[in-house]
């Protein structure tokens, strides 16, 4: 049964997804950028582009969203809408919702865009997360900060990753970043800075039921990565520990206190240093950037965006979806802006290299082994080579880059 999908991503991204979508027998669409166009796309997976001059998530552009697709259902049907980048979570769902078209709707994609939204909701469920507050009523935030310890981080509600986060140590430095957001500052959460180690469990949802995940750990937390210039390395959770256990836990009930039902997911949780408790700090309903979805494949064999797309086309079509089985190995990645344009990668010759970066300015690669400890080793040496030889670092931006 041949169904088509618009597909919604506003950067470089997903071409697995289109190739599975397309191989399932659909027509497919892509909304992207006009800044993307000319992108090594996978054409032939892809029946026709549709291109916005303007992807910004404001009131004014969903409307002109809504009208282009007005236009275009006139001549052709659309059955699905699936957002491959968590900026467009929020374009799909609007689309979903005014045309009526089955998936994720607005309320329920507020939990996995709005950071504001998803403290709220995972403290109602009883899952920890670092004390927090609006930056609504200037009385609440006074309790709050006379209520809490310094630091905090001061965080936009709809930005991804580690963009536009600020760090404050004071109650009158706290106030100050506030009153210099003005009138956006709603825009914004505060929340407690908690230091420890950072997590992030990619996973499959189906039929509510989580099908599929897989823990690994930052090596660096990406605010250290976007904020201090460091090198952005992740790795497998050694398999069977507490730790395995707890994160899948946490993954688990944040999942169903967000009321997913069906998609690809990446959650962040922190693992406190000072009471050793795991506390939520974010989710989306996508895979992970930055190359993390090659790295679980690596580790598990599933690849993230080609079972996302058929686990899509199943629900679409009523029918049965079954996992590839899942392999136990660890993986880890190390990512660096570079100071050469094309780096010379030949220093970097173990056997346990499965994959490298070919992107200019950056160095990066991803081994693979059944040992923890040797992926942990390669992890140290390769930084240590990296920093001494290739690494440069740039300013962190108040907007992601991708």
């Not at 994160?247 to 997911?265: D, G, H, T």
């Not at 009471?275 to 993390?292: C, I, N, W």
């Not at 993230?304 to 009523?318: D, F, G, R, S, T």
């Not at 993986?331 to 992107?359: C, H, T, Y």
Request: hydrophobic share 40%; with cysteine; proline share 3%.
């Amino acid at each position: 049964m041949s169904l088509t999908f618009l597909c919604i991503t506003c950067y470089f991204k997903g071409g697995d997804f289109l190739r599975a979508c397309k191989e399932a027998g659909n027509t497919v669409y892509l909304l992207t950028a006009r800044r993307t166009e000319g992108k090594e796309w996978p054409y032939e997976s892809i029946d026709e582009f549709f291109y916005l001059e303007d992807d910004s998530n404001t009131l004014s552009n969903f409307e002109n969203i809504i009208k282009g697709m007005a236009y275009l259902m006139r001549t052709r049907k659309i059955d699905r809408v699936v957002a491959l980048d968590d900026f467009d979570v929020e374009k799909a769902a609007i689309l979903r919702e005014h045309f009526r078209i089955p998936g994720m709707g607005q309320t329920t994609a507020r939990f996995f865009r709005d950071k504001l939204a998803m403290r709220v909701q995972a403290r109602d469920a009883g899952i920890k997360v670092p004390a927090f507050t609006g930056l609504f009523n200037d009385v609440e935030i006074t309790e709050y900060l006379r209520a809490t310890q310094a630091p905090w981080v001061i965080k936009p509600r709809a930005e991804a990753s580690a963009a536009g986060i600020k760090k404050v140590h004071s109650f009158d430095e706290a106030w100050n970043t506030i009153h210099s957001l003005g009138e956006e500052r709603h825009m914004f959460l505060i929340e407690q800075f908690k230091p420890g180690d950072v997590y992030h469990v990619d996973a499959l949802t189906l039929d509510k039921k989580v099908i599929f995940e897989r823990s690994s750990q930052y090596l660096n937390t990406p605010f250290e990565v976007a904020h201090g210039g460091g090198i952005f390395r992740s790795v497998t959770v050694e398999f069977g520990t507490k730790d395995a256990k707890a994160l899948k836990k946490v993954n688990e009930q944040v999942l169903k206190a967000f009321q997913m039902n069906y998609s690809a997911s990446h959650t962040e949780v922190i693992k406190c240093y000072e009471d050793g408790e795991f506390y939520f700090l974010e989710t989306a309903s996508r895979v992970g950037g930055a190359h993390l979805a090659e790295m679980v494949d690596y580790s598990s064999g599933i690849n993230l965006w080609k079972e996302w797309a058929h686990i899509e086309h199943a629900k679409a079509i009523n029918a049965d979806y079954v996992l590839p089985e899942v392999q136990n190995l660890y993986s880890g990645i190390i990512i660096s802006l570079a100071r050469q344009q094309w780096p010379d990668m030949s220093p970097f010759n173990d056997p346990e290299i499965v994959w490298q970066m070919k992107e200019e300015y950056h160095v990066g690669l991803i081994v693979q082994s059944p040992s923890r400890s040797r992926v942990m080793e390669l992890m140290d040496k390769y930084a240590e080579m990296i920093r001494h030889d290739y690494h440069a670092s740039a300013p962190a931006q108040d907007k992601p880059t991708h």
